[in-house]
């Protein structure tokens, strides 16, 4: 069964730091191009990046571009976002995602982060 | 960035048939794959992976559900409608970077 777990959310004070974490299981996770999609309280969805499967190549949205750094270790099978300079625009539910056709075929059950002072 | 556009809310009774559109503000599709995709997400849970690239049931999702179009204009047809089926339904595409999504539709019982 394809698993995928997130941690690492929590209240964050704007211009701060947080690392998010999701760790896969029930599938190779190497490969797997990854994604980060967020959601905001009420709102729709946003894609907010991807990385190939060795981890070489990454692509983020406009909007958080030089402020997240998608990575991940296969070792490991998981996936990391790393966050900085957070704005309160940022507060959302996180999910990690895997894709498959250009879909994004499983989804974790997210992780809220909250940016406020 | 494409633009997709779905209606806010769809009233709709049990057993009967729901028909959800989508439209993209530019084409979607290339040669013979129409790269739109459906979700369901209901409250509390994470969005799932209904039908890709357009007409392709995913793993484990019932033949109620099923979609259609090209270039432009989408449908996520559910029917029968059954109660587990209310829901907020997202389209999204992967024709061009960055993926986009809906606004999603929210389902709802007459």
């Known amino acids: 069964e394809v698993q995928l777990v997130e941690s690492g959310g929590s209240l964050v004070q704007p211009g701060g730091s947080l690392k998010l974490s999701c760790v896969a299981s029930?599938?190779?996770?190497?490969?797997?191009?990854m994604d980060w999609v967020r959601q905001t309280p009420g709102k729709s969805l946003e894609w907010i990046g991807e990385?190939?499967?060795?981890?070489?190549?990454?692509n983020y949205a406009p909007s958080i571009k030089d402020r997240f750094t998608i990575s991940r270790d296969n070792a490991k099978s998981t996936l990391y976002l790393q966050m900085s300079n957070v704005k309160s625009d940022d507060t959302a539910i996180y999910y990690c995602?895997?894709?498959?056709?250009?879909?994004?075929?499983?989804w974790g059950q997210g992780v809220m982060v909250t940016v406020s002072s | 960035d494409i633009v997709l556009t779905q209606s806010p809310a769809l009233a709709v009774s049990l057993g009967q048939r729901a028909t959800i559109s989508c439209r993209a503000s530019?084409?979607?599709?290339?040669?013979?794959?129409?790269?739109m995709h459906w979700y369901q997400q209901k409250p509390g849970q994470q969005p799932k992976l209904l039908i890709y690239?357009?007409?392709n049931l995913a793993s484990g999702i019932p033949a109620r559900f099923s979609g259609s179009g090209s270039g432009t204009d989408f449908t996520l047809t559910i029917n029968p409608v059954q109660a587990d089926d209310i829901a907020t339904y997202y389209c999204?595409?992967?024709?061009?970077?960055?993926?986009?999504f809906g606004g999603g539709t929210k389902l709802e019982l007459k």
């Open positions: 530019q084409s979607v599709s290339i040669s013979r794959y129409n790269l």
């Open positions: 990385i190939n499967t060795d981890g070489s190549k990454t």
């Open positions: 690239r357009a007409s």
């Open positions: 999204q595409q992967s024709r061009e970077s960055p993926p986009t």
């Open positions: 029930g599938f190779t996770f190497s490969n797997y191009w």
């Open positions: 995602t895997r894709v498959q056709r250009g879909a994004f075929d499983y």
